[in-house]
């Protein structure tokens, strides 16, 4: 069987998280459920009115491109793209056509070894949203999203797999999330990725025919429709039939691809300038400060990712955990600034992921009560008494819990046990005494420890705790 490569190349809009829309003053906010409220003559497109652009929407859209490595343009406009569709008022979209503001970029996938080249970015506005009945008699309009800023992204055609595919969206997300740009909810269609797809044999110079793929609303469907589409394409191509130019969607239901028509297909946008909007020249002079926005930029995702993998010791999967909340970073690395070891870090790492996260209810340490000194203290004890889980577990749970010095803690506590002179005496003489259930043991006999442990329990007519009593005999039979 022939061997064929995937070629793909996305467009992604995101829509931009700024207080108010592209053109006009109407509040743009994802969370106003009320259809029709956050609209104006402007973005409801009425005879006579004027955009205004929004600065804030151009500026964050730059901050983007900088992010991406990519040039920003000296001279930018506005075109107006003309499709008829009830979502959109005017008749037309302002976007951007051969002047966007940002070009030639780079983005790495995680590991950064893999580079896909980002062709163009521009701005624009979104559309209203459609909301059909249920026995598909009638739609409603809702154009609160009508004239949000949007930012579409275009790559060049360097994808190759689906895997790929999925890790360079994601990684996007994170960028337009640590930039503060985007929500990026795919969920929400905050963030819609249209993936082009076309398949060639190994040594083909030219491409194979393209399929359009859209309204993938999650990474996961994005990654499944395209392992799905390969395939697809694959077994048609060993069969020797042709593959069909489409735009095609996703059935999660049957987890299949199918034809969609779409109302863009084999349209002419009829792209013209926008007469009612100045070009704009992003300089200080006009008041764009790129070097300030330059410096704006945060700590990005790759650069956290490195500097975060050299630092703790993470895992690949509790690396990319945190770093898809940058809040979350920034909380754990707080946490683990009091902590210089190597293996005290490997303790409040562990102690970070599988206690503290768990004892605030699975998601953010954004509000803990722990403080990076318990932390580092605790980390200490942990390391520096050699205490096993059954101990520190308790310990870690007691100090959350009292917010209390790990400390003090461990003395005051049934814990301080481990360090009670009389009770290791008392220890010691149960193994000698009982050499038969020590050799058991030895060999395996896990039971054993049991009587063992009761014998210690009567010598101290039962004051000590039997878990640290069982731990101190582990100990002391290893
Ligand atoms: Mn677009």
Redesign the pocket.
């Known amino acids: 069987m022939a061997k064929y490569i995937p070629t793909i190349g996305l467009?992604i809009?995101a829509e931009l998280t700024t207080q108010t829309k592209m053109f006009c003053d109407s509040l743009n906010d994802p969370d106003t459920h009320e259809p029709n409220v956050n609209v104006c003559p402007i973005c409801m497109g009425h005879p006579g009115t004027l955009p205004v652009v929004n600065k804030k929407a151009v500026e964050e859209v730059i901050r983007v491109g900088y992010a991406l490595g990519c040039t920003i343009a000296d001279v930018s406009k506005f075109d107006r793209?003309n499709y008829f569709y009830p979502d959109l008022p005017k008749g037309y979209?302002i976007?951007q056509y051969d002047m966007p503001f940002c070009s030639e970029g780079n983005l790495k996938l995680p590991g950064g070894k893999t580079n896909i080249r980002i062709e163009r970015i521009?701005l624009?506005e979104d559309t209203g949203r459609l909301v059909h009945d249920k026995d598909g008699k009638y739609s409603l309009v809702d154009f609160n999203r009508a004239g949000v800023p949007?930012m579409?992204l275009v790559t060049y055609p360097d994808l190759h797999s689906a895997k790929d595919t999925r890790l360079f969206a994601e990684e996007l997300r994170r960028i337009l999330r640590y930039l503060g740009a985007s929500y990026a909810n795919m969920e929400k269609g905050q963030m819609r990725i249209e993936v082009n797809l076309s398949i060639a044999k190994e040594n083909q110079k030219e491409l194979g025919t393209k399929v359009e793929m859209k309204n993938l609303n999650s990474f996961r469907v994005v990654e499944d429709a395209i392992a799905y589409e390969i395939d697809r394409q694959t077994k048609l191509l060993d069969e020797g039939k042709k593959i069909v130019q489409d735009t095609l969607g996703w059935d999660e239901s049957k987890k299949l691809t199918f034809s969609q028509r779409s109302k863009e297909e084999a349209h002419d946008y009829r792209y013209f300038p926008e007469p009612d909007l100045p070009s704009l020249h992003i300089d200080k002079e006009h008041g764009f400060d790129t070097s300030a926005l330059k410096k704006s930029l945060p700590e990005l995702p790759q650069a956290k990712r490195e500097r975060l993998s050299k630092k703790y010791p993470l895992s690949e999967a509790r690396a990319h955990l945190l770093l898809d909340d940058p809040q979350e970073v920034n909380n754990y690395e707080e946490l683990m600034s009091e902590i210089g070891g190597t293996k005290e870090r490997q303790i409040a790492t562990e102690y970070f992921f599988n206690e503290l996260r768990v004892l605030e209810g699975g998601k953010s340490t954004k509000d803990t009560k722990i403080t990076s000194k318990q932390l580092g203290d605790f980390s200490t004890i942990v390391v520096k008494e050699g205490l096993s889980s059954t101990i520190a577990r308790p310990l870690f749970r007691k100090m959350y819990e009292t917010g209390g010095d790990p400390t003090e803690l461990i003395k005051s506590d049934d814990l301080k046990q481990t360090e009670d002179e009389e009770l290791k005496n008392i220890i010691r003489e149960v193994l000698t005494e009982h050499a038969g259930p020590v050799a058991d043991y030895k060999k395996g006999k896990k039971q054993a420890l049991q009587f063992l442990v009761g014998q210690v329990m009567a010598k101290t007519k039962g004051k000590a705790n039997p878990q640290v009593v069982g731990t101190l005999l582990e100990k002391k039979l290893k």
Do not use: V
């Open positions: 467009e809009h793209k979209q976007s521009h624009e949007l579409e």
